[in-house]
């Protein structure tokens, strides 16, 4: 299977605990993105990497979220002193971002299964 | 801004056409469509970039109108494989960063 691929798939933690998940993606994609998904919504945008430099972090997340693409290839999100409302499907994503003639580019995104975060 | 997606569920029998709407508050650089399923995880169908490219899959149809920051997604001749829940994703920069709508609920009965 050459998909995306997420570690662990289910998380149930207490309150105040660390958690870190970790990413997989397409091997020759050089873009990696994370989301995060409650019940009912869409994905929401976390952060994002063009190889490993990490481009943006969303101004909603908290200093309790990191993460990492040390390599270029797998990538580690980080929850510190998780909290309650941290209970959610962290979802992955990578891409391949192509150049097109005329400057314009775009790419899919291929989707991991996630990892479901419980916070109790 | 979270893109404004209508309708929020639409019950269709097999054979039937929808329409799923995309609307955005902001000038956009492109829109994606993905589908989801209970459970699973988004997939792909459909990338529209201002100036008119498109990507996506052959039995699915998209359209872009900038100047109204909208985009329709139309699903002819619906099969039960079209159930599911689908998403419009903005990007208003062109760094591919997409912000989500809230989905649209399809649900196809034989």
């Known amino acids: 299977d050459t998909g995306v691929s997420q570690d662990p798939r289910h998380k149930i933690t207490k309150r105040g605990q660390n958690v870190t998940f970790r990413c997989d993606p397409i091997?020759?994609?050089?873009?990696l993105y994370w989301y995060r998904q409650t019940l009912g919504q869409g994905p929401e945008f976390l952060t994002y990497?063009?190889?490993?430099?990490?481009?943006?972090k969303s101004r909603l997340l908290s200093d309790r979220f990191s993460a990492e693409r040390p390599k270029g290839s797998f990538s580690t999100l980080e929850i510190q002193r998780t909290e309650q409302g941290d209970s959610a499907m962290y979802l992955c994503?990578?891409?391949?971002?192509?150049?097109?003639?005329?400057?314009?580019?775009?790419?899919?995104?291929?989707f991991g299964p996630g990892t479901r975060l419980t916070v109790l | 801004q979270q893109p404004v997606q209508s309708p929020q569920a639409v019950i269709l029998r097999e054979g039937e056409d929808a329409v799923i709407n995309c609307s955005s508050s902001?000038?956009?650089?492109?829109v994606h469509w993905y589908r989801q399923k209970h459970g699973e995880a988004p997939v792909f169908l459909m990338i529209?970039?201002?100036?008119?490219e498109q990507k996506g899959h052959e039995k699915i149809s998209a359209s872009f109108n900038e100047k109204k920051q909208q985009s329709s997604l139309y699903l002819t001749a619906s099969q039960l494989s079209y159930s599911g829940t689908y998403f419009c994703?903005?990007?208003?920069?062109?760094?591919?960063?997409?912000?989500f709508g809230t989905g649209t609920r399809l649900t196809i009965i034989p």
């Open positions: 994703g903005t990007d208003i920069f062109g760094n591919e960063k997409l912000t």
């Open positions: 994503a990578s891409s391949f971002l192509l150049g097109l003639a005329g400057g314009s580019s775009y790419n899919e995104q291929f």
């Open positions: 529209l970039l201002k100036g008119g």
């Open positions: 902001k000038a956009l650089y492109s």
């Open positions: 091997s020759e994609h050089n873009r």
């Open positions: 990497f063009q190889n490993e430099a990490q481009l943006e």
